[in-house]
């Protein structure tokens, strides 16, 4: 009773997984994935042991369609699992067990060059045809494309139960805080009515928290910005600071603490400069209070 989807940019090297379920907490059982490796979809009556064994071997160089026939082959309970998988590179390859094809509603997969949703129980085969179309054509991060496909299976009817938990990982080597575990995005929705709604908005949480900053969204503290960040910086606590549009020393240290603060840790500057995302977040949330 699940709908996700794999896919990759080959250009950045990063591999990704988006779900849906009306089932608590499903990132935990579905979702396995790893930078350099690949990605795999544990669905329907999932053995999640399939997605870490599952990667040891596509680590180890096999194939997707390798991978998928060994986890099979050793599984009494084939019948009732869905799998995607998919390598580094490669075409993906999927599996809907006969079980599983005789559930209400429809189950199967839809492949494409560089990704692969699957669902079951699914309001039709539509749903997994416009999560394909909606990834191939979406501008933008892996990340954001997932999201989008997530979207559109969705919006084409989802799974017959309705929506409880989404999750999304990215993964790339050197991605993670620090660039040290290769997980880029991973965030996941536990409980909530509409899951993919506030796993979008978590990812933008994500994004300003975790990444760091484009260096063309960075911008010189001009006088009117020094203003409207010192006030920020004195409503918060940080004084004293220097009078008028002065944007010195003490002020760039005032707001790398502020930063910390306000978990924005990666954006952090030793310089004159403001991350335009940045700004635009603090002005959001001072009109919020």
């Given at each position: 009773?699940?709908?996700?989807?794999?896919?990759?940019?080959?250009?950045?090297?990063?591999?990704?997984?988006?779900?849906?379920?009306?089932?608590p907490?499903v990132?935990?059982?579905?979702?396995?994935?790893?930078?350099?490796a690949?990605?795999?979809?544990?669905?329907?009556?999932?053995?999640?042991?399939?997605?870490?064994?599952?990667?040891?071997l596509?680590?180890?160089?096999?194939?997707?369609?390798?991978?998928?026939a060994?986890l099979?082959?050793?599984?009494?309970?084939?019948?009732?699992?869905?799998?995607?998988?998919?390598?580094?590179?490669?075409?993906?390859?999927?599996?809907?067990?006969?079980?599983v094809?005789a559930?209400?509603?429809?189950?199967?997969?839809?492949?494409?060059?560089?990704?692969?949703?699957?669902?079951?129980?699914?309001?039709?085969?539509?749903?997994?045809?416009?999560?394909?179309?909606?990834f191939?054509?979406?501008?933008?991060?892996?990340?954001?494309?997932?999201?989008?496909?997530?979207?559109?299976?969705?919006?084409?009817?989802?799974?017959?139960?309705?929506?409880?938990?989404?999750?999304?990982?990215?993964?790339?080597?050197?991605?993670?805080?620090?660039?040290?575990?290769?997980?880029?995005?991973?965030?996941?929705?536990?409980?909530?009515?509409?899951?993919?709604?506030?796993?979008?908005?978590?990812y933008?949480?994500?994004?300003?928290?975790?990444?760091?900053?484009?260096?063309?969204?960075?911008?010189p503290?001009?006088?009117?910005?020094?203003?409207?960040?010192?006030?920020?910086l004195?409503?918060?606590?940080?004084?004293?600071?220097?009078?008028?549009?002065?944007?010195?020393e003490?002020?760039?240290?005032?707001?790398?603490?502020?930063?910390?603060?306000?978990?924005?840790?990666?954006?952090?500057?030793?310089?004159?400069?403001?991350?335009?995302?940045v700004?635009?977040?603090?002005?959001?949330?001072?009109?919020?209070?």
């Open positions: 009773m699940t709908y996700s989807i794999i896919g990759r940019d080959p250009a950045n090297g990063e591999l990704g997984i988006a779900v849906q379920s009306k089932f907490g990132g935990s059982i579905v979702v396995h994935a790893s930078a350099g690949g990605a795999i979809a544990t669905q329907a009556f999932a053995n999640p042991d399939h997605g870490q064994r599952g990667l040891e596509l680590e180890r160089g096999a194939s997707a369609e390798e991978t998928l060994i099979l082959r050793g599984d009494d309970r084939r019948e009732e699992r869905q799998l995607a998988v998919m390598a580094e590179q490669g075409r993906a390859c999927a599996h809907t067990g006969a079980h094809d559930w209400d509603g429809w189950s199967g997969a839809a492949i494409g060059e560089d990704a692969v949703a699957s669902g079951n129980t699914l309001a039709g085969e539509a749903v997994v045809t416009r999560m394909l179309e909606a191939e054509a979406a501008p933008g991060a892996l990340a954001s494309r997932l999201l989008c496909a997530l979207a559109a299976g969705r919006d084409a009817g989802g799974e017959l139960r309705g929506q409880q938990s989404a999750a999304l990982l990215v993964v790339k080597p050197g991605g993670g805080y620090g660039g040290r575990d290769g997980r880029h995005v991973d965030v996941s929705i536990y409980d909530h009515v509409q899951p993919i709604d506030e796993l979008a908005r978590c933008e949480l994500h994004r300003l928290s975790y990444f760091p900053s484009n260096e063309d969204d960075l911008v503290i001009d006088e009117a910005i020094a203003r409207e960040l010192k006030a920020v004195a409503a918060s606590g940080f004084r004293p600071l220097p009078p008028g549009a002065i944007w010195d003490a002020c760039i240290a005032a707001m790398a603490r502020f930063m910390g603060v306000e978990n924005y840790d990666n954006r952090i500057r030793d310089d004159a400069r403001i991350d335009l995302e700004l635009a977040d603090i002005r959001r949330r001072r009109a919020q209070r």
